[in-house]
């Protein structure tokens, strides 16, 4: 290994970046060809869903150098995140949070790029190109071949000490390192729990994730504004991202019981979870809401119909246990989402809003007939149609 490579080391970890390996890039060729190979398998599989971006982007994949021609070594970074779940009536995805109170796109490239210009200063005149999980390139397969953990059957990283938990980044760089690849055994063993905890059977056999079964796909990827018949098998409180591959994983259960022992980023009360605020936002409010989160990403009319699906997911599960109460609180909060809501889903929340009238009125005849000892209905119900 170079001396350069050493310096430019000590300007990540100057900039909290804790796990990173490094790679030249015709000492990884052959085993990475195997990964882009994998990579192109998967899509033409059609297991890609409707994301035709990773198509128009193959090409690069396959070649870094298509994207800098001088590129003589590649870096993987990693900064893990925290494990404590985002609490409340709503699920998101942890990765969300961000990194320090930002989009972690935005914050991880500024670190990598601050470690850059710390390290110039040292008069290392070599070129650079920081990607961080907005272009092209394959940061999971490099992070791999660098030595930063194993790819585990959820085809997710995994590193022994943090676990999946992890934002991953790839720096190119235009000088070699004398560095061969160095991944880490495979630790998973004969556990199967990512894939058998999957709701949807999305994984269709080991690192084979099918994304058109996808809750994560579906609620941060897919767009339809309207909801389908093939939609109500991905009904979740999940709404934003998913988490579940990786809550059952035994390295991520570990950090999960110590997750006060890991910084916690991002601005938790950026993460509204309560159904009643949530479908008081109007548009404007939301997107204010998350201009410094990943969460940008979900447009408004997709979260409105994700807070759908988690609210008629609730109803599926839980509706036969409600309190009136709580079904008065929830039809209080569809009617103010009704009013803000774009013309294209106004039947999908007019006919959430008639469902839970109806429970109501179930729940007023059983009150009627002394069949529950549950809270009155209140005036408030009249409002309801």
């Given at each position: 290994m170079?001396?350069?490579?050493?310096?430019?080391?000590?300007?990540l970890?100057?900039?909290?970046?804790p796990?990173y390996?490094?790679?030249?890039l015709?000492?990884?060729?052959?085993?990475?060809?195997?990964?882009?190979?994998?990579?192109?398998?998967w899509?033409?599989?059609?297991l890609?869903?409707?994301?035709?971006?990773?198509?128009?982007?193959?090409?690069?994949?396959?070649?870094?150098r298509?994207?800098?021609?001088?590129?003589?070594?590649?870096?993987a970074?990693a900064?893990p995140?925290?494990a404590?779940?985002?609490?409340?009536?709503?699920?998101?995805?942890r990765?969300?949070?961000?990194k320090?109170?930002?989009?972690y796109?935005?914050s991880?490239?500024?670190?990598?790029?601050?470690?850059?210009?710390?390290f110039?200063?040292?008069?290392?005149?070599?070129?650079?190109?920081?990607?961080?999980?907005?272009g092209?390139?394959?940061e999971?397969?490099?992070?791999?071949?660098?030595?930063?953990?194993?790819?585990?059957?959820?085809?997710?990283?995994?590193?022994?000490?943090?676990?999946?938990?992890?934002?991953?980044g790839v720096?190119?760089?235009?000088?070699t390192?004398?560095?061969?690849?160095?991944?880490?055994?495979?630790r998973?063993?004969?556990?199967?729990?990512?894939?058998?905890?999957?709701?949807?059977?999305?994984?269709?056999g080991?690192?084979?994730?099918?994304?058109n079964?996808?809750i994560?796909?579906s609620?941060?990827?897919?767009?339809p504004?309207?909801?389908?018949?093939?939609?109500e098998?991905?009904?979740?409180?999940?709404?934003?991202g998913?988490?579940?591959c990786?809550?059952?994983?035994?390295?991520?259960?570990?950090i999960?019981?110590?997750a006060?022992d890991?910084?916690?980023?991002g601005?938790?009360?950026?993460?509204?979870?309560?159904?009643?605020?949530?479908?008081?936002?109007?548009?404007?409010?939301?997107?204010?809401r998350?201009?410094?989160l990943?969460?940008?990403?979900?447009?408004?009319?997709h979260?409105?119909?994700?807070?759908?699906?988690?609210?008629?997911?609730k109803l599926?599960?839980?509706?036969?246990?409600?309190?009136?109460?709580e079904?008065?609180?929830?039809g209080?909060g569809?009617e103010a989402?009704?009013?803000n809501?774009?013309?294209?889903?106004?039947?999908?929340?007019l006919?959430l809003?008639?469902?839970?009238?109806k429970?109501?009125?179930?729940?007023?005849?059983n009150?009627e007939?002394?069949?529950?000892?549950?809270?009155?209905?209140?005036e408030?119900?009249?409002?309801?149609?």
């Amino acid at each position: 290994m170079k001396p350069w490579v050493l310096a430019l080391y000590q300007c990540l970890e100057a900039q909290g970046i804790p796990l990173y390996g490094i790679v030249d890039l015709d000492k990884a060729e052959e085993r990475y060809k195997n990964h882009s190979q994998n990579f192109e398998e998967w899509l033409d599989a059609g297991l890609s869903a409707e994301m035709k971006y990773l198509r128009k982007g193959l090409a690069a994949r396959k070649d870094p150098r298509s994207l800098m021609p001088n590129a003589q070594s590649v870096l993987a970074f990693a900064v893990p995140y925290s494990a404590r779940p985002i609490q409340g009536e709503v699920r998101y995805a942890r990765y969300l949070r961000g990194k320090d109170g930002e989009d972690y796109h935005t914050s991880l490239k500024g670190k990598a790029e601050r470690a850059l210009a710390e390290f110039r200063a040292k008069e290392f005149a070599i070129e650079s190109q920081v990607w961080v999980d907005t272009g092209p390139v394959l940061e999971r397969a490099w992070a791999y071949l660098c030595g930063l953990g194993w790819i585990g059957k959820n085809n997710l990283l995994i590193h022994p000490a943090f676990g999946s938990y992890l934002y991953l980044g790839v720096i190119f760089l235009s000088e070699t390192s004398d560095s061969e690849t160095a991944p880490m055994g495979d630790r998973c063993g004969h556990c199967v729990r990512c894939l058998e905890g999957c709701p949807t059977r999305a994984f269709e056999g080991v690192r084979t994730l099918n994304a058109n079964l996808c809750i994560s796909y579906s609620n941060l990827e897919a767009k339809p504004r309207r909801v389908s018949k093939d939609f109500e098998p991905l009904l979740t409180d999940w709404v934003a991202g998913c988490d579940i591959c990786q809550e059952v994983c035994p390295f991520n259960r570990k950090i999960s019981a110590s997750a006060k022992d890991i910084e916690a980023f991002g601005e938790e009360e950026l993460f509204v979870t309560d159904w009643l605020d949530l479908l008081a936002e109007d548009e404007a409010t939301y997107r204010r809401r998350v201009k410094v989160l990943a969460l940008q990403y979900v447009d408004w009319a997709h979260f409105s119909r994700n807070l759908w699906s988690s609210i008629q997911y609730k109803l599926n599960q839980d509706s036969d246990r409600m309190k009136p109460s709580e079904l008065i609180r929830l039809g209080v909060g569809v009617e103010a989402r009704l009013q803000n809501c774009i013309s294209d889903q106004k039947l999908m929340w007019l006919e959430l809003l008639n469902r839970i009238s109806k429970l109501l009125q179930i729940e007023e005849l059983n009150l009627e007939e002394g069949r529950t000892d549950s809270l009155c209905v209140g005036e408030e119900h009249r409002s309801l149609p």
